[in-house]
């Protein structure tokens, strides 16, 4: 059943034209690719269904459930009748919700009517990259870096600029390297700290120093991706929102479903400046109309309600961390870095001699771990594989033990 699947994915990747049809795509969509965590899920699953003992480090969502206050508000938003249309921003309550905890945790004040709540974050990356993304622009990302910055970026018919996150600089960028990639051309600039999927974030004295060198380039917009801005252990969080002289094109992106185990409602939150409200919304009334109205109700009881869940699951991930990171460091040919955000690791595994994709793909085809090749998220994902630690201690410890059995393997044959 395995290779069925993966035959299938591999068909789709390589059929240019709809298979048995005389219909043909447009050229765009040949630009546009997927999020292989979703395959490795996917293959995972199969497996799993094979009565395999899968372990599943491969996909990027808390293994926590939604706190059951939340999950209660949406219920009785629906046994209360909210189960119509919404204005496509949001509703009101909650906007106002999203805007008193920007001002408890970024201690910025922000207008609710700056706000559009979307389902899920990824619609702010494609509303932001469609608007500022055509033929002749320039969109500066990250890389490796969540995949769908790039795959949307090609989408739009703008040139996708990598910004290097190499492992010598903790997975951060240099301010320089990045104002000395804007051009003319250059629409937007897309920043993630704290990053998938190397954990690694950029600190306040680089964002200080590209904030203050894009005064030079007053026609070049900023998304910022703070999607993990909950998630940080050694250092604060610094937010972009903080800096009042980028405000008017700086576009912010968060949500709730990393900080409150709500990947499967599909929330996220936008903060636009004044002159983009408009045309995000009617991006937004073109798109999806407007977000499930009851899981609005459960986003507001995530955010006035208690947070002690949000802080007992960060201190699970600090461990969790921390352990893995010791765990993946004492393997033969294995090093990692420590991550100081979100909930991955990105070990360098060079030294085992194959690709990346092979070793996941080994990895879960004969040892049941699934984790993600660094591949997946750009060409400087090379030799590096992502484990996301949303997984218990014990499903972190037998995988790292199948993994240095792998390992122990792996240099016999090479030796051989």
């Known amino acids: 059943m395995l290779h069925v699947v993966m035959q299938f994915v591999a068909d789709q990747r390589k059929t240019p034209t709809l298979r048995n049809s005389i219909l043909k795509l447009s050229e765009k969509m040949q630009r546009l690719h997927t999020e292989t965590a979703f395959e490795v899920l996917a293959r995972a699953e199969v497996l799993r269904g094979e009565n395999k003992p899968v372990i599943n480090l491969g996909i990027g969502q808390p293994d926590f459930k939604t706190p059951p206050h939340v999950v209660e508000a949406a219920v009785q938003a629906l046994r209360d009748g909210h189960h119509g249309y919404t204005p496509a921003p949001g509703i009101l309550p909650l906007r106002e919700a999203v805007a008193a905890d920007i001002l408890k945790y970024r201690r910025v004040s922000v207008h609710p009517d700056e706000i559009l709540v979307v389902p899920g974050g990824k619609v702010v990356l494609f509303f932001a990259i469609l608007m500022f993304g055509e033929s002749g622009a320039e969109i500066l990302y990250p890389i490796p870096s969540f995949p769908i910055y790039q795959s949307m970026i090609e989408f739009s018919g703008a040139r996708p600029v990598p910004i290097p996150l190499l492992e010598k600089n903790n997975f951060a960028f240099s301010a320089d390297e990045v104002l000395n990639l804007v051009t003319e051309k250059t629409t937007l600039i897309i920043i993630n700290s704290p990053a998938n999927p190397t954990g690694g ?31 940080c ?8 929102l903080a800096y009042p002289e980028i405000r008017d094109r700086l576009i912010l992106l968060d949500g709730w479903s990393k900080t409150y185990a709500m990947t499967g409602w599909r929330l996220g939150y936008s903060v636009w400046p004044r002159e983009l409200v408009e045309p995000a919304q009617r991006l937004a009334i073109n798109c999806h109309s407007c977000v499930n109205t009851p899981a609005q109700f459960g986003a507001i009881a995530a955010l006035e309600g208690p947070q002690d869940f949000v802080d007992e699951m960060n201190q699970a991930f600090l461990m969790r961390r921390d352990y893995l990171v010791k765990a993946l460091n004492s393997i033969q040919s294995v090093s990692c870095t420590l991550p100081n955000g979100a909930f991955y690791a990105f070990p360098n595994v060079s030294q085992l001699g194959s690709t990346a994709e092979q070793i996941q793909n080994e990895l879960l085809n004969d040892y049941y771990v699934a984790t993600v090749a660094g591949t997946s998220f750009g060409m400087y994902g090379e030799g590096y594989l992502r484990f996301s630690y949303a997984a218990s201690l014990d499903d ?21």
């Not at 306040?204 to 993990?228: C, R, T």
């Open 396 to 416: 972190l410890n037998v995988a790292v033990e199948r993994l240095q059995e792998y390992c122990k393997k792996t240099a016999l044959r090479t030796n051989n």
């Open 201 to 231: 974030t950029v600190p306040k004295s680089e964002i200080n120093k590209l904030v203050a060198g894009l005064q030079e380039f007053p026609h070049v917009a900023i998304l910022s991706d703070e999607i993990y801005s909950r998630i």
């Open 233 to 240: 252990y050694d250092q604060e969080h610094t937010t972009l």
